[in-house]
């Protein structure tokens, strides 16, 4: 018997009772849809965190206070506050370190940021004269503080143009007052809009000198965290060791003593965060195809019902020359085809469903890159097949090693 014939007599069994086929599957629809959906929106919000990195700069090496293992997160993306960089190391990796564009300090805070009658609660930065260099901003009005005003303690303030539209609707802000907490400040410029890079809103800030920010309005001598910017083709990777060298002189690490700082340039950030999404999306995907073991189990219970409803056809085939291969074959059959069938829609809905939520995620604004990818599609047919062969065989072999006399007297 060829297997077209086996295909047909299979088709022909699970067409008897279509309801109880289609509940049958449903595990196996359900566990294929999760799998792709999880790998699919995996794939979405890789492209999402990698695009956002990207914003920030692919010629940035990012210094954060706190130790940390290389291929892992630094201790302030933790949560933890450390209190190792100061201002003094940026002054230090400006002025020592070659092949450098710019290099801007940073802390930051929170507070209700007030003009006239109008006041919005918003982030203020305290940075360094170099920032618009090394996040290559432009300025819509005005100009960025200097160096001077920096050492001076000056309170002059660059408003972000979230604030600005929020304090200064329809008028020019620059020579305007406004106060960020009790403290007075001139606006001396307003950034060009940015939108969202690096998962923050650009353009709800406003930008103060960094000692004004630190000595007036946090009253703190430390850095949230330093960036730097290397100038067109020069090697990260030099530029990088070259300021752990430099901090380790300065902080007096010898030997094997462990940093107290974390140096990254953006493609090291690039590769942690692919790293842990591939992990987390493949242990997610993982997790779902249990719902493939359960469906299994269900369908080989459902096929041993089968063999007991068909006893007395078994018996009877048997009984006019059918081989218990020829019976083995037929059971494998329908259960192959359910599984591959529940496979294909559970693919398809799959499908449909990541769709929906990529352009959801576009609809929001989002950067979001629509990757169902082969691995999901090769899943979607492996795994229905495997669970076919590997449950579907027990109620197979019971039906080939049915007798013929005993069957055709089953009631």
């Given at each position: 018997?060829?297997?077209?014939v086996?295909?047909?007599?299979a088709?022909?069994?699970?067409?008897?009772?279509k309801?109880?086929?289609?509940?049958t599957?449903?595990?196996?629809i359900?566990g294929?849809a999760?799998?792709?959906?999880?790998?699919?929106?995996?794939?979405?919000?890789?492209?999402?965190?990698?695009?956002?990195?990207?914003?920030?700069?692919?010629?940035?090496?990012?210094?954060?206070?706190?130790a940390s293992?290389e291929?892992?997160?630094?201790?302030?993306?933790?949560g933890?506050?450390?209190?190792?960089?100061?201002?003094?190391?940026?002054?230090?990796?400006?002025?020592?370190?070659?092949?450098?564009?710019?290099?801007?300090?940073?802390?930051?805070?929170?507070?209700t940021?007030?003009a006239?009658?109008?006041?919005?609660?918003s982030?203020?930065?305290?940075?360094?004269?170099?920032?618009?260099?090394?996040?290559?901003?432009?300025?819509s009005?005005?100009?960025?503080?200097?160096?001077?005003?920096?050492?001076?303690l000056?309170?002059?303030?660059?408003?972000?143009?979230?604030?600005?539209?929020d304090?200064?609707?329809?008028?020019?802000a620059?020579?305007?007052?406004?106060?960020i907490?009790?403290?007075?400040?001139?606006?001396i410029?307003v950034?060009?809009?940015?939108?969202t890079?690096?998962?923050?809103?650009?353009d709800?800030?406003?930008?103060?000198?960094?000692?004004?920010?630190?000595?007036?309005?946090?009253?703190?001598?430390y850095?949230?965290?330093?960036?730097?910017?290397a100038?067109?083709?020069?090697?990260?990777?030099?530029?990088?060791?070259?300021?752990?060298?430099?901090?380790?002189?300065?902080?007096?690490?010898?030997?094997?003593?462990?940093?107290?700082?974390?140096?990254?340039?953006?493609?090291?950030?690039?590769d942690?965060?692919?790293?842990?999404t591939?992990?987390?999306?493949?242990f997610?995907?993982?997790?779902?195809?249990?719902?493939?073991?359960?469906?299994?189990?269900?369908?080989?219970?459902i096929m041993?019902?089968a063999?007991?409803?068909?006893?007395?056809?078994?018996?009877?085939?048997?009984?006019?020359g059918?081989?218990?291969?020829?019976?083995?074959?037929?059971?494998?059959?329908?259960?192959?085809?359910?599984?591959?069938?529940?496979?294909?829609?559970g693919?398809?809905?799959?499908?449909?469903?990541?769709?929906?939520?990529?352009?959801?995620?576009?609809a929001?604004?989002y950067?979001?890159?629509f990757?169902?990818?082969?691995?999901?599609?090769?899943?979607?047919?492996v795994?229905?097949?495997?669970?076919?062969?590997?449950?579907?065989?027990?109620?197979a072999?019971?039906?080939?090693?049915?007798?013929?006399?005993e069957?055709?007297?089953?009631e």
């Open positions: 018997m060829n297997l077209l086996f295909i047909k007599q088709l022909a069994a699970l067409s008897i009772n309801m109880r086929a289609f509940l599957m449903l595990g196996i359900i294929i999760a799998i792709v959906i999880i790998i699919a929106v995996g794939n979405g919000a890789q492209s999402l965190v990698i695009n956002q990195v990207n914003s920030l700069g692919s010629d940035i090496i990012a210094i954060l206070p706190g293992d291929s892992g997160a630094p201790a302030t993306a933790l933890i506050s450390v209190t190792s960089l100061k201002t003094t190391d940026a002054d230090a990796i400006r002025k020592n370190v070659q092949g450098l564009a710019g290099v801007a300090a940073y802390v930051k805070g929170v507070g940021i007030t006239g009658n109008q006041s919005v609660d982030n203020f930065t305290g940075t360094s004269a170099d920032y618009p260099q090394v996040e290559n901003i432009t300025l009005q005005g100009t960025f503080f200097s160096a001077e005003d920096d050492r001076s000056a309170k002059v303030a660059v408003l972000g143009w979230g604030v600005y539209q304090l200064f609707p329809g008028r020019q620059v020579g305007e007052s406004i106060r907490k009790r403290q007075s400040f001139r606006v410029g950034v060009t809009e940015r939108g890079e690096g998962f923050q809103n650009q709800d800030q406003v930008f103060i000198p960094l000692e004004t920010a630190q000595n007036i309005m946090l009253g703190i001598d850095l949230g965290f330093i960036r730097a910017k100038l067109p083709g020069q090697d990260l990777s030099i530029i990088a060791e070259d300021i752990r060298a430099l901090l380790r002189d300065r902080h007096g690490l010898t030997g094997k003593q462990v940093n107290d700082f974390s140096v990254r340039t953006i493609t090291q950030a690039l942690i965060l692919s790293t842990v591939d992990v987390l999306k493949y997610l995907a993982a997790i779902s195809a249990l719902s493939l073991l359960v469906g299994g189990i269900g369908i080989m219970n041993l019902v063999v007991l409803e068909r006893t007395r056809e078994i018996g009877l085939r048997k009984a006019v059918a081989r218990g291969y020829d019976l083995r074959i037929q059971f494998l059959a329908e259960t192959i085809i359910i599984t591959m069938m529940g496979g294909i829609i693919f398809i809905l799959g499908f449909v469903v990541a769709y929906l939520i990529s352009v959801l995620a576009h929001l604004g950067y979001w890159e990757s169902v990818g082969w691995s999901s599609v090769a899943l979607a047919i795994f229905p097949l495997l669970t076919g062969l590997i449950f579907g065989y027990y109620p072999q019971k039906a080939a090693s049915l007798k013929p006399i069957a055709l007297h089953y």
